[in-house]
């Protein structure tokens, strides 16, 4: 699962000669609390470069209390989760956000992402601790660090940036 996501995450530099060492280079991407790299040039075959940098991608797991059934309080927790991806967009900090089409039978199913454009794990950790499907362990992140195309944007992330 984690390379087809990669598959279609990936966007230029087919090979990892050209890049500069990402934050969690000299550790596991799970403990990384460095900033993120600064944007570097990469080869694009056909295009030029394509200016790279560091990001924070959170897969969301299914948790231990994710149930496929809809109650009252999973329709809450998912309302409260909605809310707070907005909320998140609103800062500028969050770049994409969406789930997985996961059978309703796979309870170990990665259903989401986030990826974030902010400088260390403690403000993932910070961001998404505020997103009431986590807290209740219906979802559970995974942090890991991305490496790929500077500029990236969210849907609606210019008009919270431009006055």
Request: proline share 9%; charged share 15%; glycine share 6%.
């Amino acid at each position: 699962m984690r390379l087809v996501l990669l598959a279609l995450v990936v966007t230029a530099c087919a090979t990892t000669s050209s890049r500069p060492a990402s934050p969690a280079a000299s550790t596991s991407t799970a403990t990384t609390t460095s900033a993120a790299a600064p944007a570097t040039a990469c080869p694009a075959p056909g295009a030029g470069t394509v200016e790279m940098r560091s990001y924070f991608l959170v897969l969301l797991h299914r948790g231990p209390t994710w149930t496929a059934e809809k109650t009252p309080e999973t329709q809450r927790l998912f309302e409260g989760h909605m809310a707070n991806i907005q909320a998140m967009a609103r800062t500028g900090k969050l770049v994409l956000a969406g789930p997985f089409d996961a059978p309703a039978t796979d309870k170990d199913a990665i259903a989401g992402l986030f990826l974030f454009d902010v400088s260390s794990k403690e403000e993932v950790e910070t961001m998404i601790a505020r997103d009431p499907a986590i807290a209740a362990q219906r979802l559970v992140p995974e942090i890991l660090t991305w490496y790929g195309p500077a500029g990236l944007t969210y849907p609606g992330q210019l008009e919270v940036l431009t006055p």
